[in-house]
């Protein structure tokens, strides 16, 4: 069952430009995820949003979550080569169901 | 350092050969999970424990089957009934169902030849 589903599916940009992304999801959440992964690697937990939150920052990323619109975006500033990866969202929803995956959007940073 | 350890890394299996990964964590967490991802693809769920001896099945559990006899151990098995098992095999666990991140494994490259 697909619940988040990211937008753009790939996206490259030049170094120091912003990057965002986007995740619809479908039904109520109790919080969204954001994750990153290295090409060949496990994923790495970036941001968790509860439902009651509108904006979160951690370092040079912000998350935004409009539940009216039952979409979240992850904006990356300056961006460097290192942030080059896949970027998923994962959403947490009520009752005993686990986290349930986008596909991701892959992002090309170009030194 | 405390983690998630999967093992072997990439797996070649012969078709018909049932083949076990094996994924062990030292974070004393309650749940674990393995997802599958193919190319392109997001994560999809196959099983997941929240305590030892308990487990559900995910999405797409079709030919596989997983243990939990211990807190740290949770292998997955893929069994020749599996029609399409090439793919990239990731286990993650969480301190409980409830809580939300979940730490991974660098995961493991299956590919049946």
């Known amino acids: 069952s697909q619940q988040g589903e990211e937008d753009p599916q790939a996206l490259s940009i030049q170094e120091g430009e912003n990057a965002t992304m986007n995740c619809s999801y479908k039904?109520?959440?109790?919080?969204l995820q954001w994750y990153r992964q290295n090409s060949g690697r496990g994923l790495v937990h970036l941001i968790l949003?509860?439902?009651?939150?509108r904006e979160k920052h951690s370092g040079r990323l912000r998350v935004t979550l409009d539940t009216s619109k039952k979409s979240s975006s992850l904006l990356i500033t300056a961006s460097r080569a290192a942030d080059t990866a896949s970027y998923f969202c994962?959403?947490?929803?009520?009752?005993?169901?686990?986290?349930?995956f986008g596909k991701g959007t892959r992002l090309s940073v170009i030194a | 350092d405390g983690g998630i350890t999967q093992s072997p890394k990439y797996l070649f299996r012969k078709e018909g050969q049932n083949v076990t990964l094996s994924c062990e964590q030292n974070?004393?967490?309650?749940?674990m999970y393995w997802y599958r991802q193919d190319p392109g693809q997001g994560l999809r769920l196959i099983y997941y424990?929240?305590?030892?001896?308990?487990?559900q099945k995910g999405d797409i559990a079709e030919g596989y089957s997983v243990s939990r006899e211990k807190k740290e151990s949770f292998p997955l098995t893929v069994t020749s009934a599996q029609k399409n098992p090439t793919a990239f095999y990731l286990c993650?666990?969480?301190?409980?169902?409830?809580?939300?991140?979940?730490?991974f494994g660098e995961g493991s490259r299956l590919t049946v030849l």
């Open positions: 993650a666990s969480s301190i409980s169902r409830n809580t939300g991140e979940l730490f």
């Open positions: 039904t109520s959440i109790n919080n």
């Open positions: 949003i509860r439902s009651n939150e």
């Open positions: 994962a959403t947490d929803t009520s009752g005993n169901t686990p986290l349930v």
């Open positions: 974070l004393n967490h309650d749940a």
């Open positions: 424990s929240q305590i030892v001896n308990d487990f």
